[in-house]
């Protein structure tokens, strides 16, 4: 399987936005933003109205209004493109949900998930990511899960996911766990990470891939998303896999 990752050096860079696309350029001017879709750009923050460029479906012209952007796209061209070759079986994730059960992927088996790493005071990227996923679930007839796994557990409790989450549509996990339990889960999926000293009030951030992992009904990695995909796109891959 062919992972992208961010160079050390662009990890650095992008220390101060506190994440990292990986297998795309770093987002331009993501220090300070704050445009997200329905999530907030940090724990305890009210979720923002507005939708990042990068997050909104080609033709989307507002909430409740935007036509299905979905006819112009092919779904099995648009799975192709994002494929992973030889559709490997996803790793377990054996880590805490953020309702404090423990939580292993065989859970959600029967429907395709999403899963995709980051922590809740990310400032940009995350919350971009998230707001796309929450499109995918409101825009499917058949809503696929989400699962959004923390690479912050010192900061990220089961309390704090539980709320960070209560912001977006049903069919959101959050995971937490141990240092040790969270870098076996990443290293399963492919994801690097690192906690980068700012030495700001918050102390630190984390570097990190930001891609989305599509496993479908059966539990095999269908098809990787990297940052900027847009919800037309990942809908139209889940209608390939019959999600």
Request: glycine share 10%; charged share 10%.
């Amino acid at each position: 399987m062919k992972i992208h990752l961010v160079p050390v050096l662009a990890l650095a860079a992008c220390a101060l936005a506190g994440c990292v696309a990986a297998g795309a350029p770093l987002p331009a001017a993501t220090t300070g933003t704050t445009g997200t879709a329905t999530a907030p750009a940090s724990h305890g923050a009210a979720p923002a109205a507005s939708v990042p460029a990068s997050a909104a479906p080609s033709g989307s012209t507002g909430a409740g209004t935007s036509p299905d952007p979905r006819p112009s796209l092919d779904p099995a061209t648009v799975l192709a493109a994002y494929a992973v070759p030889g559709t490997p079986t996803a790793g377990p994730l054996a880590l805490t949900a953020d309702d404090g059960s423990a939580f292993d992927l065989g859970r959600l088996a029967g429907r395709p998930v999403l899963v995709y790493f980051g922590y809740t005071s990310c400032p940009d990227v995350c919350p971009a990511t998230t707001g796309v996923l929450a499109q995918v679930v409101r825009g499917s007839a058949r809503p696929p899960a989400v699962v959004f796994v923390s690479v912050d557990p010192e900061r990220d409790t089961v309390a704090v996911l539980h709320d960070y989450l209560s912001y977006l549509p049903p069919g959101f996990t959050g995971l937490t766990g141990s240092a040790a339990a969270i870098r076996s889960a990443a290293d399963a999926y492919g994801v690097d990470y690192a906690r980068v000293d700012t030495g700001s009030a918050s102390g630190y951030t984390m570097a990190h891939t930001a891609d989305v992992t599509l496993v479908d009904a059966a539990g095999r990695v269908r098809a990787r998303f990297p940052f900027g995909t847009d919800a037309a796109e990942i809908l139209a891959a889940l209608d390939a896999i019959g999600g």
